[in-house]
């Protein structure tokens, strides 16, 4: 009997705090529902005490999801705990992750504590999270920097305390992977109820070894990896889930565990989190990304067409690929359309919401022959974000470009329900484009990214534009899709300055 390896996914929580990867609610949700439909064991939906907006996000994911347990991340305060499981009521099975830093440098710059309170406030957490529920997980944040002798002392005392789970987060992504597996695996043998809790490991990829960390903490004894779909996260982002799950699964031979993800769901995962985040995927990605069952030298083509093993390790259809095919067109009917969304986990609550999808569809299925998922959640993002109380909204687009003449764009806008109007010259037409936008927005904002991304293949594909813009410090990514490029591009941008001018502030939780 092998053991199981617990997916934790913190896409919702860690993967947000990636600069310009704030989700809506609705966005959330639809994220959580695709995780649910993979199987994953526990979604950590975000951090409640951090805004209104945060604790509501929580609250629903809480209301919608039966399968998997869900989480809410809290400080090692009162109030943070007693948020967290007021937001995490409605779940069916739900978990309180509490955290508190134990190195050295945190503890004496950040948190200005001694050892001994550290202990103290760290065991009251827990406690106090006890109140709520018995699914109590620990971080000593920072851990991969922590004192082993105090680290073990703290592990101990919460475990007492009442924590089933105890996380070894390498906060900053500085360890390496046999260093780690050994910290992982000596933690375990030194602390006498280590048997008590399940070992966890939360790895950042400031060096690129976040999954290899993780890897290594497993063949040492950790049973719970915490990650997120394509690696998403602060700075050089977190631990991948596609590549932690393939790399347990392919490698049977070494692993003394398994998971229970359903795997043909990755590939949907990591596109629907990449068209709601706007950080595209590349294309040597592992697993998810586009080129990662290409093959381009003679030698491979040959040798794959003899017998697959021989390059591949794995099964394209085994994580999603070549499942994504259904197709609608125009003739397909309202029931075709709604049936096909609620099986990709999209469900609208209200009728009206369905309709001006349904609408767009039908005007996508008149411009392209094949309608594929991949366009269909694109369309569902572009339209629900654009249907919302929006400052700005696009009325017409007008572009003129030819070989020797300077490219000029039409803009005619809604701001704050007032038409107006405006051209502009540009390098191009999407330069063009958008100096008519900023010339009646007067945002003021930096572009800082600007990308294109065919949603499938063909010359009739659907584009996929992200921008990021930078306002005052504050990074946001804007997303547009459209048959047309130059239409997808000020749809983007657009999208961007509404999330700059529609803002409700939000506390930046620590990290774990």
Known sequence: MQDKLIIFDTTLRDGEQSPGASMTKDEKLRIAKALEKMRVDIIEAGFPIASPGDFEAVKSVSELITESTVCGLARALDKDIDCAADALKPAKSFRIHTFLATSPIHMREKLRMEPEQVIENAVKAVKRAGKYTDNIEFSPEDAGRSEFDFLCRVIESVINAGAKTINIPDTVGYNLPQYFGELIENLIKNIPNSDKAVFSVHCHNDLGLAVGNSLAAVL????????????????????????????????KDVFECDTDIDTSQIVHCSRLVSTITGFPVQPNKAIVGANAFAHESG???????????????????????????????????????RTRLEELGIIFKEEEELNAVFLQFKELADKKHEVYDDDLQ????DTIQGSGDERIKLISLKVGTETGVKPRAQVTLS??????????????????????????????????????????????????????????????????????????????????????????????????
């Open 378 to 381: 694109a369309l569902v993002s």
């Open 220 to 251: 040492n004894g950790a049973r719970q990896v915490e990650c997120t779909i394509n690696g998403l996260g602060e700075r050089a982002g977190n631990a991948a889930l596609e590549e932690i799950v393939m790399s347990v699964k392919t490698r």
């Open 415 to 512: 701001i704050d329900g007032k038409e107006e109007h405006a051209n502009a010259e540009g390098g191009g037409p999407v330069d063009a484009t958008y100096k008519a936008i900023e010339s009646m927005v007067k945002s003021g904002c930096n572009l800082q990214l600007y990308s294109v991304n065919n949603i499938t293949d063909g010359t009739d594909s659907q584009g996929e534009v992200t921008v990021r813009i930078d306002k005052s410090g504050r990074i946001v990514n804007g997303l547009g899709s459209d048959t047309d490029i130059v239409i997808a591009s000020a749809k983007a941008y657009i999208n961007a300055l509404n999330k700059v001018f529609i803002h409700n502030e939000r506390a930046h939780p620590h990290q774990v």
């Open 299 to 337: 030698i491979h083509q040959d040798g794959v067409l003899k017998s697959r093993e021989t390059y591949e390790i794995m099964r394209a259809e085994d994580v999603g690929w070549n499942a994504n095919r259904m197709v609608l067109g125009k003739h397909s009917g309202r029931n075709a359309f």
